[in-house]
């Protein structure tokens, strides 16, 4: 586990289908958008749609980015997150 470097909160870094780091709160939520899997010790990520199942191994969870008090200031800098 990381360190979010703005808000403190401890979040995990997957990589989704397209190669791109996401990064991810821990534990599982009935709301989440992606399905995260640990597979080789890395995280991997898929986006969900809105009626998308997880499957045996997934868990269901949000990028970090829904979470985030400070998420909007990353995106209008064009930084990296966590």
């Not at 997957?14 to 709160?25: H, L, Q």
């Amino acid at each position: 586990m990381a360190s979010c470097r703005s808000c403190g909160a401890q979040i995990g870094w997957a990589t989704d289908i397209g190669g791109k780091p996401v990064p991810v709160d821990p534990g599982e939520r009935e709301d989440g958008t992606l399905a995260v899997q640990e597979a080789g010790g890395k995280l991997h990520a898929r986006y969900l749609r809105k009626d998308g199942a997880v499957t045996a191994g997934e868990r269901r969870t949000v990028s970090h980015f829904a979470t985030c008090p400070q998420a909007g200031e990353w995106r209008t800098q064009g930084g990296g997150h966590g």
